[in-house]
């Protein structure tokens, strides 16, 4: 059974920092391109950063030069890094294969708040 689990997140003020982290089983992790999305109140789930088996990267431009995702194989863990927090980033925030598999559930996410 596959599972993913979110973790990290949290209130920060605008302009802080926090890190995500999320571990993946039940799936060969290595092999997978890894991705954070985030759903905010009222809006579509979207991908803000990803990372393929490889290691590259691609972010959307709204988090482009704030954030960054990062994997460790051994650990079945991929990481997001977010500096410069702005109100705007305030969402719940998952992560997934990219692109998703039907088969693989969506874990529960964590809260991003972003306020002062």
């Known amino acids: 059974q596959v599972q993913l689990v979110e973790s990290g997140g949290g209130l920060v003020q605008p302009g802080g920092s926090l890190r995500l982290f999320c571990a993946a089983s039940?799936?060969?992790?290595?092999?997978?391109?890894m991705g954070w999305y985030r759903q905010a109140p009222g809006k579509e789930r979207e991908l803000v950063a990803r990372i393929t088996s490889g290691g590259s990267t691609i972010y959307a431009d709204s988090v482009k030069g704030r954030f960054t995702i990062s994997r460790d194989n051994a650990k079945s863990t991929v990481y997001l890094q977010m500096n410069s927090l702005k109100p705007e980033d305030t969402a719940v925030y998952y992560c997934?294969?990219?692109?998703?598999?039907?088969?693989?559930?969506w874990g529960q996410g964590t809260q991003v708040t972003v306020s002062s």
């Open positions: 039940g799936i060969i992790f290595r092999f997978n391109g």
């Open positions: 997934n294969t990219v692109p998703t598999i039907p088969a693989i559930s």
